[in-house]
Nanobody
Framework: QVQLVESGGGLVQAGGSLRLSCAAS????????MGWYRQAPGKQRELVAR???????YYADLVKGRFTISRDNAKNTVNLQMNSLKPEDTAVYYC??????????????WGQGTQVTVSS
């Protein structure tokens, strides 16, 4: 499994911005889709945004136009720029990476999560 380390969470006022970063620290054969999920208290984990290795992106409707996902394949990193934050964006944000290891096995890795709190 790939080890993912997230950073960039914190407390921000509504309307503010945060940038989350995630770095893969173990080298596997190939990282494919990378993405960000979030889980608010009492709710299920939900997809926020994903990006393919070629740069195709997907966003949940709730964040379209406010969040931007990007990645650097050379550095094995994925970022999430979050603008116009709302209190309902408060959650623990998790980085996810899917890939293939040297044995040809599919991998699905998660970071430890980073807290994002948006105050009203």
């Amino acid at each position: 499994q790939v080890q993912l380390v997230e950073s960039g969470g914190g407390l921000v006022q509504a309307g503010g911005s945060l940038r989350l970063s995630c770095a893969a620290s173990r080298i596997i054969f190939r990282l494919n889709d990378m993405g960000w999920y979030r889980q608010a208290p009492g709710k299920q984990r939900e997809l926020v945004a994903r990006i393919s290795r070629s740069g195709n992106t997907y966003y949940a409707d709730l964040v379209k136009g406010r969040f931007t996902i990007s990645r650097d394949n050379a550095k094995n990193t994925v970022n999430l720029q979050m603008n116009s934050l709302k209190p309902e964006d408060t959650a623990v944000y998790y980085c996810n990476a899917r890939g293939v290891d040297w044995a040809g096995s599919v991998t699905d890795s998660w970071g430890q999560g980073t807290q994002v709190t948006v105050s009203s």
